[in-house]
C-alpha cells in the first residue's frame, strides 16, 4: 500500500487499529442479476496484530423492510458482498460491519454500506396535497411564513432522490408566494386585502416536486391558501351628514329617524352598534338610539320652538376584539306642529333571497307603499346610495316609482361570489322636508354558475416493470363557486380506464397493471 492508504498512528507508539478501505460508500445495483455475483471487495487494513473479523461465509444481513437478503463473506483475505437471490426493488439496503483488533488495547473499525437499485427511479410524491389547509393573515408584511410542503421520493439523493421545489405558474403571471427550493418553505411576497376591492378572499397556487433522476420525474400539488380577515376597517356611515326634522307635538317612543354604518370586514369584525350623545348638555336625554338597528327614538317630550336644533354625535363601533369605530354628527331641526312626516304603509319583509343568476331587469323584487301625511299625493321615495358596495354604492339595484308605491328593480348583474348580501336604505319625504327610512335586507343565493377548471397538467410518468398502484399523477380541477353545494369537483377518466384508474375526489392516478 501507499503512504497514502495507510492509516494515521494510533495513541500507543507501534499498533494501528484495523481498517476498513475504500470509504464507506453507496453501491448502485442492477435491478436483476444472477444469485452470487459478486458486487463489491471490502478490504480490513491490519498493520499490527490480528482483526477479528467474522468466519462465517452465510452472515444475514436484511434490508430496510422488502424481505430481501444479503450475505457477506468475511475472511482474512478480501470480503465479497453477494446476493442471495433478485432484487425485489427496495429502495436501498444499509448495512454495517465491523473489526475488532485483538491485541491491548482494543481498536475497531465499523464499515457502513448502502446498496440499492441502480435502475430505480422514482417520481417524488406529495403524499397529503388534499389535506392541506394554509392560511395568511391579510395585512400581513412579504416574507410572512405560509407553510412547509414536503414530498417524499423513494430514491437516494445521490441516485435521483434529491427534490427541488417550484410554482407551476402562467407566462406573465405575478406570483404572489416565494418557495424555497430546497425546503418547500412558501412565504409571502404580496401584501393581501381580503376586502373591498380587492377581494382577495383566497388563492391558488400549484406547487412542482421535482427529482435529479433520469429522467426526471415530477409530482404536482395544488393548494388553496385562506387570506384571513383582520380588523383593518372602520364602520362607514351611508351618508356624510344627517339632517332631519321633528315636528314639535311628536309623541314619544316615535321614530325620529335612522342612521346605518356598513363595516366591510367579516364576522364579528364587521358586526356594528351605535351609540348616541349630545353635543350640548341642554340636548342630553331627549333622544335615544337602539344600538343594534341604528333607528333613534323621541325619549321625552321636545321642548323647543320651531326652528331651533338639537345637535347629536354617534357612533358605530364594530365587533372586533380591538374595536374600530366612526362618528358623525346630526342635527336635528323642530318644525311646527301641524306638519307631520310621512310614513310607510306597506314594507316587505326581510331579507329577500334571490338568486346570483337573476337577469330580468324589470322584475319587481320588493314593492313598498308609502303616504305622505300632506295634501301630496305621494311622498318622494329614494334608494340611498350607499358608501359601500353592500350598501348599494354601485347601483346594483334601483328604484322605480309608481304613484305611492315604488318598486326595487335590479339595476346590475350581481355576484355571489363577490357580494353575498346587501342592506338597502329606502328614504320617503314630503313637502316640509319631513322623511322616514326604512331598511331591506337581500342575501344572494349561489348557483352553479362556475364551470371546473383545471390548473397546470403536466405529462405522467411511470416506469416499466412497476407494480399496480404505482402513482402516475395528480390533476386537479377548481370550481370557483363559493359553496360547497357547487364547488365540489369529482374526476373519471375519459379513457384508458384497462390501464389507470383515477380516485373520484383526489384526482389521483394510479396504474392498474405491469407495464413492459
Known amino acids: 500500500l501507499s503512504s497514502a492508504e495507510r492509516p494515521s498512528s494510533c495513541r500507543t507508539p507501534g499498533i494501528f487499529p484495523p481498517r476498513f478501505f475504500p470509504s464507506p460508500c453507496f453501491t448502485p445495483v442492477p435491478f436483476r442479476f444472477v444469485s452470487s455475483v459478486m458486487l463489491l471487495v471490502i478490504y480490513v487494513l491490519v498493520t499490527s496484530?490480528?482483526?477479528?473479523?467474522p468466519s462465517s461465509?452465510?452472515?444475514?444481513?436484511?434490508?430496510?423492510?422488502s424481505g430481501s437478503f444479503w450475505t457477506y463473506r468475511a475472511h482474512k483475505s478480501p470480503t465479497r458482498l453477494r446476493h442471495s437471490r433478485h432484487s425485489d426493488r427496495s429502495p436501498f439496503y444499509s448495512s454495517a460491519y465491523q473489526t475488532t483488533s485483538t491485541r491491548d488495547p482494543v481498536f475497531d473499525d465499523s464499515y457502513n454500506l448502502r446498496l440499492g437499485d441502480a435502475n430505480s427511479n422514482h417520481k417524488p410524491v406529495f403524499k397529503n396535497c388534499s389535506e392541506l389547509r394554509p392560511s395568511v393573515i391579510e395585512e400581513?408584511?412579504?416574507?410572512?411564513?405560509?407553510?412547509?410542503?414536503?414530498?417524499?421520493?423513494?430514491?437516494?439523493?445521490?441516485?435521483?432522490?434529491?427534490?427541488?421545489?417550484?410554482?407551476?405558474?402562467?407566462?406573465?403571471?405575478?406570483?404572489?408566494?416565494?418557495?424555497?427550493?430546497?425546503?418547500?418553505?412558501i412565504?409571502?411576497?404580496?401584501?393581501?386585502?381580503?376586502?373591498?376591492?380587492?377581494?382577495?378572499?383566497?388563492?391558488?397556487?400549484?406547487?412542482?416536486?421535482?427529482?435529479?433522476?433520469?429522467?426526471?420525474?415530477?409530482?404536482?400539488?395544488?393548494?388553496?391558501?385562506?387570506?384571513?380577515?383582520?380588523?383593518?376597517?372602520?364602520?362607514?356611515?351611508?351618508?356624510?351628514?344627517?339632517?332631519?326634522?321633528v315636528p314639535q307635538d311628536l309623541q314619544q317612543d316615535r321614530e325620529v329617524m335612522r342612521i346605518s354604518a356598513t363595516d366591510i370586514d367579516d364576522g364579528n369584525n364587521s358586526i356594528v352598534l351605535y351609540d348616541l350623545q349630545p353635543l350640548k348638555p341642554e340636548d342630553k336625554g331627549f333622544f335615544r338610539i337602539d344600538p343594534g338597528t341604528g333607528v333613534i327614538y323621541l325619549n321625552r317630550t321636545i321642548d323647543r320652538n320651531a326652528g331651533q336644533k338639537y345637535n347629536l354625535r354617534a357612533t358605530a363601533v364594530d365587533g372586533g376584539d380591538s374595536p374600530l369605530e366612526?362618528?358623525?354628527?346630526?342635527?336635528?331641526?323642530?318644525?311646527e306642529s301641524n306638519k307631520k312626516s310621512p310614513s310607510f304603509t306597506m314594507i316587505p319583509s326581510s331579507p329577500i333571497i334571490l338568486p346570483e343568476s337573476l337577469t330580468n331587469y324589470s322584475y319587481n323584487i320588493a314593492t313598498l307603499s308609502a303616504q305622505s301625511n300632506t295634501d301630496e299625493a305621494a311622498p318622494v321615495f329614494e334608494l340611498v346610495q350607499g358608501r359601500t358596495e353592500q350598501t348599494n354604492k354601485l347601483s346594483t339595484f334601483r328604484l322605480e316609482t309608481e304613484g305611492?308605491?315604488?318598486?326595487?328593480?335590479?339595476?346590475?348583474?350581481?355576484?355571489?361570489?363577490?357580494?353575498s348580501e346587501y342592506t338597502l336604505t329606502i328614504r320617503i319625504q314630503n313637502k316640509y322636508n319631513l322623511a322616514a327610512e326604512t331598511s331591506i335586507g337581500i342575501q344572494l343565493q349561489d348557483v352553479n354558475d362556475n364551470i371546473p377548471i383545471f390548473t397546470e397538467v403536466m405529462n405522467g410518468i411511470v416506469l416499466e416493470n412497476e407494480p399496480p398502484g404505482t402513482p402516475v399523477m395528480q390533476v386537479r380541477a377548481l370550481d370557483y363557486d363559493a359553496t360547497t353545494e357547487h364547488n365540489l369537483v369529482t374526476y373519471e377518466l375519459a379513457d384508458n380506464q384497462e390501464n389507470f384508474k383515477i380516485d373520484r375526489y383526489t384526482g389521483n392516478i394510479t396504474t392498474l397493471k405491469i407495464f413492459d
Open 326 to 335: 366612526a362618528t358623525i354628527n346630526l342635527d336635528i331641526l323642530v318644525v
Open 404 to 419: 305611492n308605491s315604488a318598486h326595487i328593480r335590479l339595476g346590475r348583474p350581481m355576484d355571489y361570489e363577490s357580494i
Open 57 to 65: 461465509s452465510s452472515q444475514q444481513i436484511e434490508d430496510n423492510g
Open 140 to 185: 400581513k408584511e412579504t416574507g410572512s411564513f405560509v407553510m412547509k410542503v414536503v414530498a417524499y421520493d423513494q430514491d437516494l439523493p445521490e441516485n435521483g432522490g434529491k427534490v427541488t421545489y417550484s410554482f407551476v405558474s402562467t407566462p406573465g403571471e405575478r406570483l404572489k408566494f416565494n418557495i424555497d427550493p430546497d425546503t418547500g418553505v
Open 187 to 245: 412565504t409571502t411576497r404580496h401584501v393581501f386585502d381580503r376586502d373591498e376591492p380587492s377581494r382577495e378572499k383566497e388563492v391558488y397556487v400549484t406547487v412542482q416536486a421535482s427529482d435529479n433522476g433520469k429522467p426526471q420525474l415530477a409530482d404536482v400539488c395544488t393548494i388553496k391558501i385562506t387570506i384571513e380577515d383582520i380588523n383593518d376597517n372602520a364602520p362607514v356611515f351611508d351618508k356624510v351628514s344627517y339632517q332631519e326634522s
Open 49 to 53: 496484530g490480528l482483526a477479528n473479523l
